[in-house]
């Protein structure tokens, strides 16, 4: 493989995603860093999958996820004005379980693409791959019923925190 | 092919940078002293020549580049440096993929006046536009001060509501032109529709007499999407935080909000990005909604079909392209100062009214307008 600008580009994106997650493991005290550090992982993201042809998902990681939902991050970190020590002593039992779950499993899957990425060929793409006209048309085809009920999840957890909202309110007056 | 590309983006960034953003600081002086009668900018000369306060920008750069750069005592150094930068650069970058003119064949070679030509522009200019966001967001936190950091909890609340409610605010817009790709869209406001011709669909006339049949408008978003355009120039105007939607950096209340511990250029810069945003915003709404190059009436095919015999083809061509590039220019410049106009007539929204009016108003409007466009294109597809 040579070293065409592609290439060049998906390092220097993969080592700013790892180092903006290490950044947010490790910005325990600064928990505004941490949540920069979090965008930073998440634009390098983006820059991968346009890499990788997926246009739509790149453009929808920076809108949403880094425009978006960081913002609201920011600004709850901001208006609860959180710094370290105001989360309690760490509950380590069931978090770490989780995280060697997870890890492994992603470690497992990891496993199994490796051979490839280092002896197959790349996948052949379909011609507009990627493109939102592709996604959509997928979206509201074969995924339709992963779409809704997405979208009802959300509507469900949207209503909760209304309500939740609600009876703070109720309960100090 | 290398060239092209440099003198396409040298061309835009200069129209941009070099032109429109001095002319603008000079522009909002004296068009807010001519609306509140007064004489405006007119002391700093060269010379004894004042070029009706022309200097004024350079005089400008050159103070806010002589003054000391402060960080204050318990900020958040990086971030206090870096912030200023992050809101510059957004706006920059969205004018990659602005068309300011269409797409002309010089003898087989084709040239195609946009930077960056690529299908998802739109999609490109709300990612950039939302990742704005933190340049005001980091700046009021990392200046360790209250005031900023009211401002940019602000900035950062009022931009979220808004970017949802821009987003949909132009669904029925992509809806009528089936496509995110700018240099497309502009294109396909090149055209006209006729005014009368509901009647026909709705069966009120079997067909059209030949004087109605006349009557046209061109096909640009405007004509087609009114609603989307009040609410979408409402949305984007939002997002700029200039007044009346000024409310991260309203004087009266947060002394100068997110950016009232920047000095000297940096505090340009975000003076800066907000004037910079002032033409890309004129390029973003005159692209989707104002025909973006193109001239009412008068198709591509029929000013080169005109000129043709007298100056040969690609002579046509190419004055075509001259006149694309300025009728661009001058929808922009009309933007500009209806942007302008606003921002001198309006007072401020309390921060609770640009709240309500997001999420109230707009963004009920947003979704009617999108049910009643999907309505039509049925109704229209089916009849």
């Known amino acids: ?79 609860l004005n959180l710094r370290g020590g105001n989360f309690g002593p760490p509950r380590r039992r069931a978090g770490g379980v989780f995280a060697l779950l997870v890890g492994l499993a992603a470690l497992w899957w990891g496993l199994d693409l490796l051979p490839g990425a280092f002896f197959g060929t790349g996948a052949v793409l379909p011609a507009d791959f990627g493109g939102y006209r592709q996604v959509g048309a997928l979206l509201f085809t074969d995924y339709v019923l992963a779409f809704e009920v997405a979208s009802l999840l959300l509507l469900a957890a949207m209503v909760g925190a209304v309500i939740l909202a609600k009876r703070d309110i109720g309960d100090a007056e | 092919m290398t060239v092209a590309l440099v003198v396409k983006l040298l061309f835009i960034v200069l129209v941009t940078m070099g032109a ?109 536009g ?53 240099p ?58 200039r007044p009346p939607f000024d409310t991260p950096e309203a004087d009266s209340e947060l002394v100068a909000g997110y950016h009232m511990e920047y000095s000297g250029m940096r505090f340009g810069l975000f003076y800066t990005a907000e004037f910079l945003e002032v033409p890309v915003i004129g390029m973003v709404v005159t692209t989707l909604f104002l025909g973006g190059w193109a001239i009412p009436w008068l198709s591509q095919g029929t000013i080169i079909h005109a000129i043709t015999p007298i100056f040969g083809v690609g002579v046509a061509t190419g004055l075509c392209m001259i006149l694309h590039v300025t009728s661009f220019l001058l929808k922009v410049v009309f933007m500009i100062w209806l942007q302008m106009a606003l921002r001198w007539t309006l007072p401020r929204f309390r921060y ?16 009617a307008n999108v049910f009643v466009t999907a309505g039509v294109i049925l109704f229209l597809e089916r009849s």
């Open chain 1, 1 to 79: 493989m040579s070293a065409s600008v592609p290439v060049v580009m998906f390092y220097a994106l993969g080592l700013l995603a790892v180092l903006g997650s290490l950044g947010v493991v490790f910005n325990v005290r600064n928990t505004v860093a941490g949540a920069l550090s979090l965008v930073g992982a998440m634009v390098s993201l983006a820059g991968i999958y346009v890499l990788l042809d997926a246009f739509f998902i790149g453009a929808v990681q920076v809108l949403v996820y880094a425009g978006a939902i960081m913002v609201l991050f920011l600004f709850v970190v901001m208006l």
């Open chain 2, 20 to 128: 429109f953003l001095p002319l603008i600081t000079w522009v909002e002086r004296k068009q807010s002293a001519v609306m509140q009668d007064r004489i405006g900018a007119n002391r700093a000369d060269l010379a004894g020549i004042t070029l009706l306060g022309l200097l004024h920008p350079a005089a400008d750069v050159l103070k806010l580049l002589s003054k000391e750069d402060v960080v204050p005592t318990g900020a958040n150094r990086v971030l206090h440096l870096l912030a200023p930068v992050l809101a510059l650069v957004p706006a920059n970058a969205i004018l990659a993929v602005i068309p300011f003119g269409g797409i002309y064949d010089f003898a087989g070679t084709q040239l195609n006046l946009v930077v960056a030509d690529i299908d998802w522009g739109i999609l490109y200019v709300f990612a950039l």
């Open chain 2, 130 to 182: 939302s990742i704005a966001t933190y340049g005001s967001v980091i700046a009021g936190w990392a200046s360790n001060n209250n005031f900023g950091l009211l401002g940019s909890m602000r900035a950062s609340a009022q931009m979220i509501s808004y970017e949802v409610t821009m987003g949909l605010s132009i669904v029925g817009l992509f809806m009528v032109y089936g496509t995110l790709h700018l």
């Open chain 2, 184 to 241: 497309e869209m502009a294109l396909l406001q090149d055209h006209g529709f006729r005014l009368f011709g509901f009647l026909v669909h709705f069966g009120v006339l079997h067909a059209l007499p030949h004087w109605l049949d006349l009557v046209r408008l061109p096909a640009w978003g405007i004509f087609l999407q009114p609603l989307g355009f009040l609410l979408f120039l409402t949305c984007i105007m939002a997002e700029n935080k």
């Open chain 2, 352 to 367: 609770d009214q640009v709240m309500d009016l997001g999420w109230k108003m707009i963004l009920p409007l947003s979704l």
